[in-house]
């Protein structure tokens, strides 16, 4: 009998900025936060403050299980020099520094949703798209919410693809998520465009 396994759900967004004292975007973070607690899933974020902070700690307030994916080597150097939030239930410390965590943080998680977000996210996102995992965009909340499929097809001419949604709702939006993860399974490769043709690939 196959046993059906918690979804993991990635909350990447701005850590800092102007976007972080938003008050609009830090409520849809928050209401994210708890409706992954909400559905039993997992909430995973990269161990940072701002924006995924507020969606950990709503998740927290829920009753949900939350896992931070630290760029730190120790607790000491995350909560020291990386100035970083530890409320979560496990955080594991990568050691890897920023942009190593982001693909450790990724490939971590069954879907990513983004909220506001700046060049960090926008990094976060193309990872993501590159390995064919499912994303969503929670819109008008600042930052680059409203500009990816402007990114994807205006600038890098690519297509949008099918396991990416987007919604202002953040339940409407995990609605979605939770459907596409359904219908579009993961590449089975690290580097997917390579060696796997899947329909949710852009």
């Given at each position: 009998m196959e046993q059906k396994r918690r979804l993991k759900i990635g909350v990447m967004g701005s850590a800092s900025g102007p976007q972080i004292e938003d008050p609009h975007a830090r409520e849809k973070a928050r209401l994210l936060g708890a409706e992954i607690a909400r559905r039993g899933h997992i909430l995973i974020n990269g161990a940072c403050p701002g924006l995924p902070n507020d969606a950990?700690?709503?998740?927290?307030?829920?009753?949900?299980?939350?896992?931070?994916?630290?760029?730190?080597?120790?607790?000491?150097?995350?909560?020291h020099e990386y100035q970083s939030p530890s409320d979560h239930d496990v955080i594991?410390?990568?050691?890897?520094?920023?942009?190593?965590?982001?693909?450790i943080n990724i490939r971590s998680s069954d879907a990513i949703i983004i909220v506001g977000g700046g060049i960090g996210t926008l990094n976060e996102l193309t990872i993501a798209f590159e390995e064919g995992r499912p994303c969503g965009v929670i819109t008008n909340s600042g930052g680059i919410s409203n500009s990816v499929p402007f990114v994807i097809?205006?600038?890098?001419?690519?297509?949008?693809?099918?396991?990416?949604?987007?919604?202002?709702?953040?339940?409407?939006?995990?609605?979605?998520?939770?459907?596409?993860?359904?219908?579009?399974p993961l590449p089975i490769h690290e580097d997917g465009r390579v060696k796997d043709q899947k329909e949710g690939r852009g």
């Open positions: 950990l700690l709503a998740a927290k307030e829920a009753g949900g299980l939350t896992l931070g994916i630290s760029p730190a080597f120790s607790e000491s150097e995350h909560i594991i410390f990568t050691g890897l520094g920023f942009m190593e965590r982001d693909i097809e205006g600038l890098c001419k690519r297509k949008v693809p099918p396991n990416m949604a987007f919604d202002d709702n953040p339940a409407a939006l995990l609605d979605k998520m939770e459907k596409i993860i359904r219908e579009y």
